[in-house]
């Protein structure tokens, strides 16, 4: 069982920076494919980011490319999110997830992620 914890989240204005870190306890996270996903009142939880095991691969969604970058300290258990020229748009509750399965098939789907944090909000004003 892995326990996550997200955290950095906050208000930030329009162009400005957050990093989002994601800790994991009662495991390594080594052995996990993880993902950020985000979700705004209303919506779907939909895919940001995804970083293979070692963190030689990574996964953005179109909306976030160029501006985000996923990483990974295994040797720390955490992964983070850099998230730059932050747009209002971006405002939702971010989680960090991570799954079993090692492949990185449909990577965007969250219902194929078995660990889950709390989320953490990121609010970015115009």
């Known amino acids: 069982q892995v326990q996550l914890v997200e955290s950095g989240g906050g208000l930030v204005q329009a162009g400005g920076s957050l990093r989002l870190s994601c800790a994991a306890s009662?495991?390594?996270?080594?052995?996990?494919?993880v993902g950020w996903f985000r979700q705004s009142p209303g919506n779907e939880r939909d895919f940001v980011a995804a970083i293979s095991r070692a963190g030689g691969s990574t996964w953005y969604a179109d909306s976030v490319k160029g501006r985000f970058t996923i990483s990974r300290d295994n040797a720390k258990n955490l992964v983070l999110l850099q998230m730059n020229s932050l747009k209002p748009e971006d405002t939702a509750v971010y989680y960090c997830?991570?799954?079993?399965?090692?492949?990185?098939?449909?990577?965007?789907?969250?219902?194929?992620?078995?660990?889950w944090g709390q989320g953490t909000q990121v609010t970015v004003s115009s």
């Open positions: 997830a991570a799954r079993v399965d090692w492949s990185n098939t449909y990577y965007y789907e969250d219902r194929r992620y078995n660990y």
């Open positions: 009662g495991r390594t996270l080594s052995n996990n494919f």
